[in-house]
C-alpha cells in the first residue's frame, strides 16, 4: 500500500434485530380502538379502576409503537445504534419497527455516478497534463460508511482526486515508439489500475467502486502547442524510419531476385546506382519520372 493511505479497518457490517411493521401497525390500531372503546365507556359508565389503566396502557402503547415506525426503500438500508452503540443494520424492504429509543439512520445502498472536475497533473516525465474520469461507487459496508469515516461522501470526492493524480504519475501522456504503457494509448489499462487504486483507498469507508474510466486527457494549455509540435515531428521521424525500413527491404529483395533468376549481372558501382535510384523512388515524397535509357547499360 502506497504512503498516505488508510490502512486500518474498524466497524463491519453486521445485521440488526428488527421487527415487522405490518404487525405493529396492526397493533397500533389495536391501541387506537381500545383507547376509544375506554372514552366512550367512560361517558356512558363513569370512571373505574379498570378501565383507567387500560385507558393509560393504551396511550402509552400508541405512542410508543407510533414513534418505532420506519420505512426501507428498494436499496436502502439503516444504521441502527442504542445510546452511541452500533447495533446493526437493516435491509429488509418496507414498514419496519423498532424500539423508539434506537437510534436510525439512513443510508443509500444505490450506484452513484461521479464525474470528477478537472485537475492538472505532472505525468511519469514530468509534462503538465489536465485530467478528469467518471465514478460509479456504492457502499457496500453501511458501518464503515457511517463510523470510519466523518462524511463518507466527501470522502469519495477527496480521494478520487488522490488516486487520478497517482494513477496519472505512473504513465507518459504518449508513447509513439510504443515500449511502455501510456495514458492516451492504454485506456483499458489505465482505467483498470485506477479503479484498483480508488477500491484500495475507499475500503476503509465500506465504498466499492464499479466502474471508473477517464473522461478527460490533454496536455495542460501553457505547454499544448509545444507538445503537439513535438508529437507531429515524432510522428514524421517514426514514419520516415518505418519507409526506409521498408523501402531497404524491398531493395534487397528485388536484387535477391534479380541474382536468383539470373536476369542482370550487376558489378558494385551499377549496383550501388540501382539501389540509389530505387530509394530515390521509393522513398521519396514526390512522383518519379523514369528516365528510358537507348543505349547500353555501359554507355
Not at 51 to 57: E, I, N, R, V
Not at 229 to 239: L, S, T
Amino acid at each position: 500500500m502506497s504512503e498516505g493511505k488508510i490502512a486500518m479497518v474498524k466497524s463491519r457490517e453486521a445485521p440488526a434485530n428488527t421487527f415487522n411493521g405490518y404487525l405493529f401497525l396492526l397493533l397500533w390500531l389495536g391501541a387506537i380502538l381500545l383507547g376509544g372503546w375506554r372514552i366512550v365507556m367512560f361517558n356512558v359508565s363513569g370512571p373505574t379502576p379498570l378501565g383507567g389503566w387500560l385507558l393509560l396502557t393504551s396511550i402509552i402503547a400508541f405512542v410508543l409503537i407510533l414513534f418505532g415506525f420506519f420505512m426501507i426503500q428498494p436499496n436502502q438500508a439503516v444504521v441502527v445504534t442504542l445510546f452511541g452503540r452500533y447495533k446493526g443494520t437493516e435491509r429488509t424492504q418496507g414498514l419496519r419497527w423498532i424500539w423508539p429509543w434506537m437510534g436510525r439512520k439512513k443510508l443509500s445502498a444505490r450506484a452513484h455516478n461521479i464525474h470528477s472536475e478537472r485537475i492538472k497533473i505532472n505525468d511519469k516525465r514530468g509534462n503538465p497534463i489536465e485530467i478528469a474520469c467518471n465514478i460509479v461507487w456504492r457502499v457496500s459496508d453501511t458501518a464503515q460508511a457511517a463510523f470510519d469515516v466523518d462524511d463518507y461522501k466527501q470522502f469519495v470526492n477527496i480521494q478520487i482526486e488522490a488516486a487520478l493524480r497517482t494513477v496519472g504519475a505512473r504513465h507518459p501522456y504518449d508513447d509513439l515508439e510504443q515500449e511502455e504503457t501510456t495514458l492516451r494509448g492504454s485506456p483499458e489499462v489505465v482505467n483498470h489500475e485506477l479503479r484498483e487504486e480508488l477500491n484500495e483507498r475507499l475500503h476503509v469507508a465500506g465504498i466499492e467502486v464499479d466502474e471508473a474510466g477517464l473522461t478527460h486527457l490533454a496536455y495542460a494549455p501553457e505547454i499544448a502547442g509545444a507538445m503537439l509540435r513535438r508529437q507531429q515531428a515524432e510522428a514524421v521521424i517514426a514514419a520516415r524510419a518505418k519507409l526506409v525500413m521498408g523501402a531497404v527491404s524491398m531493395v534487397q529483395m528485388a536484387l535477391d531476385k534479380l541474382s536468383q533468376d539470373d536476369i542482370v549481372h550487376l558489378d558494385d558501382e551499377r549496383r550501388a546506382a540501382m539501389v540509389s535510384n530505387l530509394m530515390v523512388v521509393l522513398c521519396g515524397e514526390r512522383d518519379v519520372n523514369p528516365v528510358v535509357n537507348a543505349g547500353t547499360l555501359y554507355q
